[in-house]
């Protein structure tokens, strides 16, 4: 399977707690993208890459969300002391060139109890 | 800034009945708009797209054409199986921004009863 995937699928943490995930993008596509789903919604942008440059962060992205894409291959989302209002679906999604067909992976599901 | 407003759900619908689901937006610049599916358990899947006014994207039957003088992209299908019932959420991205970065509407449940 070439396409996004996304590793854990789901994490269970206790508020406070650090958490990470990680994505690895469709082979040879530049560009990765990261977005947030909460319930009955459609998934907001949090960031972006085009290759190991991060370019833009939303300002959803508040200070204890940090993304890096060393290489410009995966990349990492880790949220600091998590609150329950970051209890939602991290999407990651990449596309190559200069167009905005983005392909995306199943997501991560983070619950903060 | 930019937005998109769709149609609320759910819908439920008979098999072979007709679908259209509404999508308007708002955007600075010259949006490209596109469709994509989540169906149960999955992830997103881009279900069709148009880049300019006038452009029809279709794609497993599924229909919409980017109206320019009413801000619209509605997703239409004339007659549905079962295995459409998914969310459906209409997006745009403005190019020129050089960011391609994608702004969804809140998703439409549609559910197909056999």
């Known amino acids: 399977d070439t396409g996004v995937s996304q590793d854990p699928r789901h994490k269970i943490t206790k508020r406070g707690q650090n958490v990470t995930f990680r994505c690895d993008p469709i082979?040879?596509?530049?560009?990765l993208y990261w977005y947030r789903q909460t319930l009955g919604q459609g998934p907001e942008f949090l960031t972006y890459?085009?290759?190991?440059?991060?370019?833009?962060k939303s300002r959803l992205l508040s200070d204890r969300f940090s993304a890096e894409r060393p290489k410009g291959s995966f990349s990492t989302l880790e949220i600091q002391r998590t609150e329950q209002g970051d209890s939602a679906m991290y999407l990651c999604?990449?596309?190559?060139?200069?167009?905005?067909?983005?392909?995306f992976g199943p997501g991560t599901r983070l619950t903060v109890t | 800034g930019n937005s998109v407003t769709q149609m609320e759900g759910p819908v439920t619908l008979s098999e072979e009945a007709f679908l259209t689901i509404n999508c308007t937006y708002t955007?600075?610049?010259?949006?490209?708009l596109f469709w994509y599916v989540q169906y149960p358990g999955e992830g997103l899947q881009l279900l069709l797209k148009?880049?300019?006014?006038?452009d029809k994207g279709s794609n497993k039957g599924f229909e919409a054409t980017y109206r320019k003088e009413t801000t619209s992209f509605h997703l239409e299908k004339g007659s549905v199986q079962v295995s459409d019932s998914a969310v459906y959420f209409c997006?745009?991205?403005?190019?020129?921004?050089?960011?391609?970065?994608?702004?969804f509407g809140a998703g439409t449940t549609v559910t197909v009863r056999a």
């Open positions: 890459f085009q290759n190991e440059a991060q370019l833009e």
């Open positions: 148009a880049t300019k006014a006038d």
């Open positions: 999604a990449s596309s190559l060139g200069d167009t905005a067909e983005q392909y």
């Open positions: 082979s040879e596509h530049n560009r």
């Open positions: 997006a745009l991205s403005v190019p020129g921004t050089n960011d391609y970065k994608l702004s």
């Open positions: 955007a600075t610049g010259y949006p490209s």
